[in-house]
Nanobody, 120 residues
Framework: QIYLVESGGGLVQPGGSLGLSCAAS????????LGWYREAPGKQRGLVAG???????HYIDSVKGRFTISRDNAKNTIYLQMSSLKPEDTAVYYC??????????????WGQGTQVTISS
C-alpha cells in the first residue's frame, strides 16, 4: 500500500509558473511508476506526465517543453514543474503511483488532488 499527498496548487496568471509536489509513503515508493494526471471540468482524467521506477520520463504532447516531471527517491517525492501555463491547463491535478514500476497499469493509488487554475 502506498499513500500520496499532493501540494502546491493555486491560481496563476497565463504565462506563469507553478510547481507541484507529491509525497509518497508506504511500501517502497522508489519501485513504483509515478505520474501526474489532471481532470478538467467536463473532461475525463488523463495522464499529463509520468516517470518510471528507473527514471524514464514521458509527457503528453500539449505539455512537452513546458512541464518537467522528476522524482527524488531519497525524499519519496515526485514533482511537476509547470511553466508557460495556459488557461487550458486548469484542472485538478492528481498524483498517481503504480506498483507495475515501468508503466501505468491502472491498478495504482491516487492522491487527493490539488487545484490548478490559470486565469488573469
Amino acid at each position: 500500500q502506498i499513500y500520496l499527498v499532493e501540494s502546491g496548487g493555486g491560481l496563476v496568471q497565463p504565462g506563469g509558473s507553478l510547481g507541484l509536489s507529491c509525497a509518497a509513503s508506504g511500501n517502497e515508493p522508489r519501485r513504483y511508476y509515478l505520474g501526474w494526471y489532471r481532470e478538467a471540468p467536463g473532461k475525463q482524467r488523463g495522464l499529463v506526465a509520468g516517470v518510471t521506477s528507473d527514471g524514464r520520463t514521458h509527457y503528453i504532447d500539449s505539455v512537452k517543453g513546458r512541464f518537467t516531471i522528476s522524482r527524488d527517491n531519497a525524499k519519496n517525492t515526485i514533482y511537476l514543474q509547470m511553466s508557460s501555463l495556459k488557461p487550458e491547463d486548469t484542472a485538478v491535478y492528481y498524483c498517481y503511483a503504480d506498483p507495475a514500476g515501468y508503466y501505468a497499469s491502472g491498478r495504482g493509488s491516487w492522491g487527493q488532488g490539488t487545484q490548478v487554475t490559470i486565469s488573469s
